[in-house]
């Protein structure tokens, strides 16, 4: 049988999204009390990174940790990936040897080429066009708070990135609508945007966008790559800013999510981390609980 890959939302149904989003609270909670768990023993996860990052390593290697099996942290400099071995090839060779594959790269496609080869399940931990790990975080911590997102109102303030796109991929499978609200030139791709026109709705006042939402969210101006343009986003983003007032036109019970790292004074104000609303610490620890509940059902099939 063909392996379960996990490169976007979408590959899963949205049965299966809240199984595991169930089984990250019980992991959660399981966690917190004390037990050990052994069901990833003599299981082995290879973790390639092109991109830096703080949360998905931590999250993913103490994951695999805690369920009782091992994780390899592996570079370019590190692999033949490096060396321009064809994806192809580098994937046959490692899916041989381990139990599941997780990726952060740029370029989405390379996932999809890795995936294609792969006779081990295959998890995007990020790319230039999606991050659906982060939001089987954000859908726990919404869960945790306030029960099924199901028929809310969800609004992404800022750039139209890769988070964006996941948040939209989510509004479908989750079943809630989706306000963005972004500048001119900074949507998520169009494509996307026209295939999921029944629920996702572009506007430009941050305030219009804001009016009523149940949770609110965002993310850097200017994402890994795109260090060159910071300035000329930050001028263009200015308006778009998180702050207690943008906040204070939602709902009254709406809560605020950024999946880190934040730009304090930039995208958020110097003191929306410590909000009332912000869940955003709930979010970034969901990280490991939701990915090692992704694991067992990727790795185990349960």
């Known amino acids: 049988m063909a392996a379960r890959h996990f490169l976007t939302l979408l590959d899963f149904s949205p049965a299966e999204l809240d199984q595991v989003i169930d089984n990250a609270i019980a992991l959660k909670k399981s966690w917190r009390s004390g037990e050990t768990r052994d069901s990833l023993k003599n299981r082995v996860l290879a973790m390639?990174?092109?991109?830096?990052?703080?949360?998905?390593?931590?999250?993913f290697e103490a994951g695999m940790t805690q369920l009782g099996g091992a994780a390899l942290f592996l570079s370019p400099n590190d692999t033949q990936l490096g060396r321009?071995?064809?994806?192809?090839?580098?994937?046959?060779?490692?899916?041989?040897?381990?139990?599941?594959?997780m990726i952060r790269t740029f370029e989405h496609e390379k996932i999809e080429r890795f995936a294609s080869t792969?006779?081990?399940?295959?998890?995007?931990?990020?790319?230039?066009?999606?991050?659906?790990?982060?939001?089987?975080?954000?859908m726990q911590a919404?869960?945790?708070?306030?029960g099924s997102i199901r028929g809310a109102t969800v609004t992404w303030v800022g750039d139209g990135?890769?988070?964006?796109?996941?948040?939209?991929?989510?509004?479908?499978q989750f079943g809630f609508d989706l306000r963005i609200a972004c500048p001119e030139g900074?949507?998520?791709?169009?494509?996307?945007?026209?295939?999921?026109?029944?629920?996702?709705t572009v506007i430009r006042e941050p305030e219009e966008a804001v009016r009523g939402a149940h949770l609110v969210a965002t993310d850097v101006w200017a994402s890994m790559g795109q260090e060159d343009e910071q300035a000329?986003?930050?001028?263009?983003?200015?308006?778009?800013?998180?702050?207690?007032?943008?906040?204070?036109?939602?709902?009254?019970?709406?809560?605020?999510?950024?999946?880190?790292?934040?730009?304090r004074g930039e995208e958020i104000s110097e003191d929306m981390l410590d909000h009332k609303s912000a869940v955003v610490w709930d979010e970034a620890e969901n990280r490991l609980h939701a990915q090692k509940a992704l694991l067992e059902f990727l790795i185990l099939g349960a």
């Open 48 to 59: 390639i990174f092109e991109k830096a990052s703080t949360r998905t390593r931590v999250s």
């Open 84 to 101: 321009g071995e064809p994806i192809e090839d580098s994937s046959r060779v490692i899916s041989s040897m381990v139990d599941a594959v």
């Open 118 to 138: 792969s006779r081990v399940p295959v998890i995007n931990a990020l790319t230039d066009q999606f991050h659906p790990c982060q939001l089987l975080a954000d």
């Open 142 to 146: 919404y869960r945790e708070r306030r």
């Open 161 to 172: 990135n890769n988070m964006c796109a996941s948040y939209i991929n989510a509004a479908e």
């Open 186 to 200: 900074y949507e998520p791709d169009a494509k996307l945007l026209a295939e999921n026109a029944e629920r996702v």
């Open 232 to 263: 000329i986003r930050a001028r263009n983003f200015a308006p778009y800013q998180v702050n207690p007032r943008l906040m204070a036109m939602a709902d009254p019970d709406a809560i605020f999510m950024h999946c880190l790292p934040a730009h």
